[in-house]
Structures are given as C-alpha cells and as structure tokens.
C-alpha cells in the first residue's frame, strides 16, 4: 500500500483535536457512566448478595447557592446488634462470611419463635415467627418487628443511592436491660458495647472500600468534622457522623440519688469519646442518672422502663405539676407483667396523678459539668429524652454563650421548645412517622423553617425499638408507583429485592432501611414537594450547625472580675455576699441583697463598650420583674430590656446592641419571700 503523505494525517489530527475542543465547549463532557467507569458500582461485590434495584449515577457536587445537597438521617443505630448483651437484635449489618451469616436469627428464635421474649414484649402476641432470613425472609424484617436487622449494609447503600448524604450512627446500648434480658452473650457494660460499636461502624467502612479497590474508596466515609462531611456529599458519597445515646455515659448512673461518678469520669469519657470520634451524643436515656432526669416513655413500654430504672437506681420517676406549657410524657397506668416480674417481693410500680407530668429532676450539677465538657470540645448535645426541667436549663446554657451545638433528632423533646432550637442554629429531625403524620407535623412548623431560612432532617431509629411505618395500603388513593425518579431525577428506583423477598412499600410499610427513598417518595404524594424540598436542604442545614459548633468560642464576658456596687448587702457572720461575688467568674459564691422589692446591683465595665447580652444566673431569690438598664456616664440611665414573668434559673436578655459603661439590674418585685440573689452575671457584645 502507498504510504499516506505525513502532511495529511497531521491535518486529521488537527481537525480531529478542533472537533474535541468544540465538543467540550458546546456539548456535556461525557459521564463517568458512559465511559464505562461507574464509579458508584463496586467491582467485586459479595456473592450471593441484595439487590440495590437504584440506576442512574448519585448527584455530585454543589447547587448553584454552593451548598451540598441530600437528606440527613439524624438518628440510626447501624450496630444496635452489638448492644443488650448482643442477642436483643438479631442479625448483623455486613459479616465477612456473607450475607447469609449476617441476616440470620438469634439461635434461640429456633425453630418458631417461641422464646422470642423481647419479640412479644414490644410487639403482641406470642413472638412466634419463621426465623429464616436469608433468602426467604418470610417473616423479617418487617415494620412492626423491632428484634431483628434492619440496617444491612446494601439496605443502607441504597438509601444512599436514593438521595441521602448524611447519617448519624448512635451507638447504643442500656446495660439494665441487657442484665434483665435472659438471653446474652458478653458483659453488660456500657462503655465496652460503644467502643465495640465504633470499631464495628470502621470496620464497616474497610469492608465497603475493600468492595471498591482500596482504603477511601467506598461510598461510605466516616467523619470527624464539617469540612471532611463537605468534601465527602461533594463527592457524592455518603458521610456517617458517630454519636452516642446510653442510659449511663461514663458510669453516669445514681443509686438511691448517690451519683456513681465524678468530674475526672465525666471528663474522661468525654475524652474517649471524641477521640473515637464521636461529635454528638445523649447526656441521659430512658432512665434517670447521675447528669439528669427524662423525658418519660408512656403505656406499657413506659412501665417497662420504669421497673428497669428501679433495678438501676433504687427509685422509680418522681412527678411533680409543670410550671409551664412545657411537658414530660405522661406515664400512664399500663401494665407490664413481664418486666414486673423482675420488682422484688411487696415492690410496686407506683401510679401517677394526671396533672403532674414533669419530672422532679433536671440537669445536676454533675450533668452541667458534663455540657460545659461538650461545649469546651465542640460536641453537639442532643436534648430529645432530656425531662423538659433539664432541657430548659441546657438551652438556658446555650443562649447565654450563644453555642449553637443542640440537636433534636427524632421528636423526643417537646415542640414548644423548637423555635429556641432554631434561635440557637441547632438542628430538628422528625422521627420517621408514617407519611401523613409525618408531612402534617412538617407543615406545623414549616413557618418556622422559613423564618430561620433551614432545611429539615429525619430521625429513622431504625433497630431504636421504635416502630415504623406500617403499610398505607395497595387501594390508597395515592400509592407509590414504582418505579419512580429519586428526588434530584438522576436515578431510578423500583421495588427491592433481597433474596426471594422483594418489599413494597405500599404493602410492606418501612420493613428495613432500603425502603427509606420509598417512604419520601410516599411523604411528596402525601405531604407535597415543598416537605420533600425541605428535607433535601437537610444535609446542608445539619452541617451548618455542626459547622458553627466547631467554630464557636465563647464570648468575652466583660463583667467579669469588673467593679461593682449594689443597693444592699445582705449580712452573714460566715460567709461574704458582696456585688463583687456576682461577677468574680465563679458559680459558686453569690450576691444577695436585703428582703425588699427595690434593690439594684451596677457594674462598672470600667470603658465604654457595645452591649447587647446580659446573662443573669439567678440563686433561688431570684426576681420576677426586672429591668436591665444601661448608662455611659453613671447618672443617665437607658432601660433596654424587662420582664415580669421571670422564674429563675439562667435568663438571658438579648437587645440592640447599645454603648455603655455601666449596667444595672434592677429588681421590681421578688420571686420569693427572701431578696435578689445572682450567682453570676455576664455582659457580652453581642
């Protein structure tokens, strides 16, 4: 063959690189998909497996506003398996030895469930079930049944691929009930079940990365901070953040009132914690101990747990009439007979007066070290299962240094307090209610949403002991219609399938953690897209708030160690109470002036400054009408802030900010019999 002119083939390629460059400009660069590296697809995933039953590629970057897109799951319990003793939940999230190993029964759920106690305990009936998981699942997971896995890995690889980029793994346990439940097999220990549970949840990462070529390579990448969560949505992938929800943080429990723990626990759990890399965690669950009081749990689950909190600490929950709109879940009067069988002989579960649903205890002492531990290391503090005395007092915390680290994250604190969450910058998740339950407490607080400019988030609980949603049923009048687009309109969803079980929504309900995307596919036909947009914002807002927590600092108190003067002085032969011990930075000593409505305390900040916050940590003398004024000179006096409903405890007084050197409290009418008493008050900028 004659030999082409070299002339010519250096044309071809030159028209040929002409038409690459225009290609670039004008046309999409060709995806990752079509160039046959999907990298959202593992390379050697396990066989025999589940089914994902997603196509399309998972939505990468940003929006045109610069901020990640996806939902939140707020509240998980990927290795609740590992917790109770190890035989509560049966089945794992992924085992080397495959998925067969990993969604099996507990060995004492053979041949038909009988003893399956926990089973009939939570769910009716007699726990008798068929105990084949894999491949049949005839019986499990299933929505109403809360002992077996609902979180396997490819379950959760799917809830990814249909649109979520953040989720929250607590790691979980509750060492009264391991002790009671008959079947276990390792210690009862809170502290050893969390470390096991963060190892497990790493391991769980190597062993998807393995499926994809390496370290890092996976779609499931635990993070410590904001940034790394940016950087991974970014990518695409999914970020999973570490928190903690037990009963007894730290060896944190009481008996008979008597805290088995001290400051040095407390500051070294906290310590282990976050070196685990745990950004969020519960201060107190389900029962009473050492840091604070409960939220109460009702009917009877609430009676089962209030047997467990007597094996725990000697007493039962204690109520008292609330003082305010705010309350604790009523116990109620149901009977638990399998849990009160565990009571001592001529021992009773106490019965409880309608009107008085608030717990007696609130936040400790003890339990305050341990926020202002979280607040030093940058945690985000979760206030769903705190008694409405302790959260009050932790919001209290909260507003007077302005940290935004609070987190309500499956609808466990009471909603009067939402719009404090938000004020602060923190973070609310509903927990995962059926559609129209779920859709029409979005809707009721949507204005608040609107008014701090947030997304919303979801709180699964899934392997929690919640329940979820149960089937609306095939001849609803708006059923999900598979398949459907995810949410962004980048991928398709259809039925899921594991083995020889394939789960429908519609007649299923929210059996497992795949079957998440089909739930907000049944919220938008139900709630609208406006619910469904507001829980795509989540993953952004969610960081937002773990974002500003890093980054707090505590502001300047500008009172502190500053001069001050008072009206009076209350008179004691052993101890001091002068102005100056309401602002020498310790919580401990106190100002207290005469019995008598009329008495002020001044602070001379020393220069004029901007002032805009002042915090007012009240002894029991506290003052119920009250003014905050201001003056630069002395002698002329601005009053920026009052009240006449004062009740104590920690106020914070926000106002324009204002220049001036002095400020004065000036008490109109006490709260009590005895005079104004401050432990403390702080003066801010802002």
């Known amino acids: 063959m004659a030999r082409r002119p070299h002339h010519r083939r250096k044309d071809v390629a030159v028209v040929t690189l002409l038409l690459l460059v225009l290609a670039i400009a004008l046309g999409p660069v060709p995806s990752s998909a079509a160039a046959g590296t999907d990298w959202w697809v593992p390379a050697a995933r396990p066989t025999p497996d589940s089914r994902i039953d997603v196509t399309g590629e998972p939505f990468t970057g940003t929006d045109a506003d610069g901020e990640v897109r996806g939902f939140v799951d707020a509240h998980n319990h990927l290795m609740a398996n590992e917790a109770f003793g190890g035989r509560l939940i049966c089945g794992r999230t992924f085992s080397e030895a495959g998925i067969a190993d990993a969604l099996k029964d507990c060995p004492e759920h053979y041949p038909d469930g009988s003893l399956a106690v926990f089973d009939f305990i939570t769910k009716g009936g007699d726990g008798r079930h068929d105990p084949v998981g894999w491949p049949t699942f005839k019986d499990w997971p299933a929505h109403d049944?809360?002992?077996?896995?609902?979180?396997?890995?490819?379950?959760?690889?799917?809830?990814?691929?249909?649109?979520?980029?953040?989720?929250?793994?607590?790691?979980?346990?509750?060492?009264?009930?391991?002790?009671v439940y008959f079947f276990k097999d390792r210690s009862c220990d809170e502290m050893t079940s969390i470390r096991l549970q963060a190892k497990l949840t790493y391991d769980l990462q190597a062993y998807i990365d393995k499926m994809y070529g390496g370290t890092g390579k996976g779609w499931f990448r635990i993070v410590t901070d904001s940034a790394q969560a940016r950087e991974v949505i970014e990518q695409g992938k999914l970020a999973v953040i570490l928190g903690v929800e037990t009963s007894e943080p730290f060896g944190c429990k009481q008996v008979l009132d008597i805290a088995q723990c001290d400051k040095e626990d407390i500051d070294a759990g906290l310590d282990e914690l976050y070196d685990l890399g745990v950004r969020s965690m519960f201060l107190c669950h389900k029962f009473d101990n050492a840091l604070c009081g409960v939220r109460f749990d009702e009917?009877?689950?609430?009676?089962?747990?209030?047997?467990?909190?007597?094996?725990?600490?000697?007493?039962?929950?204690?109520?008292?009439?609330?003082?305010?709109?705010?309350?604790?879940?009523?116990?109620?009067?149901?009977?638990?007979?399998?849990?009160?069988?565990?009571?001592?002989?001529?021992?009773?579960?106490?019965?409880?007066?309608?009107?008085a649903q608030c717990n007696v205890r609130g936040l400790t002492e003890l339990g305050e070290y341990a926020v202002r531990g979280m607040m030093k290391r940058k945690m985000m503090l979760e206030i769903d299962h705190m008694s409405v005395k302790a959260t009050g007092r932790v919001l209290d915390i909260f507003e007077a240094e302005s940290y935004p680290g609070v987190l309500s994250s499956h609808s466990w604190m009471d909603l009067n307090w939402t719009e404090r969450v938000y004020g602060l910058g923190g973070f609310v998740a509903q927990y995962m209610h059926g559609s129209e339950e779920f859709a029409a407490e979005a809707k009721r607080t949507d204005a608040l949403r609107d008014k701090y400019d947030v997304g919303y988030g979801y709180g699964t609980d899934m392997n929690g002991v919640g329940g979820w949603p149960a089937p609306r049923g095939a001849d609803a009048a708006n059923p999900v219609t598979y398949p459907f687009?995810?949410?962004?309109?980048?991928?398709?969803?259809?039925?899921?399938?594991?083995?020889?079980?394939?789960?429908?929504?519609?007649?299923?309900?929210?059996?497992?953690?795949?079957?998440?995307?089909?739930?907000?596919?049944?919220?938008?036909?139900?709630?609208?897209?406006?619910?469904?947009?507001?829980l795509f914002r989540g993953a952004e807002s969610y960081l937002d708030t773990l974002g500003a927590t890093e980054r707090h600092r505590a502001g300047l108190n500008l009172a502190k160690g500053a001069s001050a003067t008072a009206s009076s002085v209350e008179s004691n032969p052993f101890t001091s109470y002068a102005p100056g011990r309401a602002v020498d930075g310790d919580a401990g000593t106190r100002w207290a002036g005469d019995w008598s409505d009329d008495q002020w305390l001044r602070i001379d900040l020393g220069s004029t400054h901007r002032v805009g916050r002042v915090t007012l940590d009240w002894e029991r003398a506290y003052g119920k009408?009250?003014?905050?004024?201001?003056?630069?000179?002395g002698k002329t006096w601005q009053t920026v802030w009052s009240t006449t409903s004062g009740d104590g405890g920690l106020d914070t007084a926000r106002f324009t900010g204002t220049p001036a050197r002095y400020v004065r409290v000036q008490g109109l009418d006490r709260g009590t019999d005895w005079g104004y008493s401050l432990y403390e008050v702080g003066v801010h900028s802002s």
């Open 299 to 355: 009917g009877g689950l609430g009676t089962a747990i209030n047997v467990g909190q007597f094996l725990s600490t000697g007493t039962f929950w204690k109520t008292e009439k609330c003082t305010g709109p705010q309350h604790d879940n009523p116990i109620g009067g149901a009977a638990a007979p399998e849990a009160e069988k565990e009571l001592p002989a001529g021992v009773e579960v106490p019965s409880y007066d309608t009107d």
């Open 485 to 534: 687009r995810s949410v962004d309109g980048g991928s398709l969803i259809d039925r899921q399938t594991t083995g020889q079980r394939t789960w429908d929504l519609n007649t299923d309900g929210a059996a497992h953690y795949g079957l998440v995307p089909d739930w907000i596919e049944d919220i938008r036909l139900v709630g609208g897209q406006d619910v469904v947009d507001d």
């Open 145 to 179: 049944s809360m002992t077996h896995q609902q979180n396997y890995y490819a379950w959760v690889e799917r809830a990814w691929r249909g649109g979520q980029r953040v989720l929250v793994n607590d790691l979980v346990t509750n060492g009264v009930i391991c002790s």
């Open 625 to 633: 009408s009250y003014r905050i004024d201001l003056s630069t000179d």
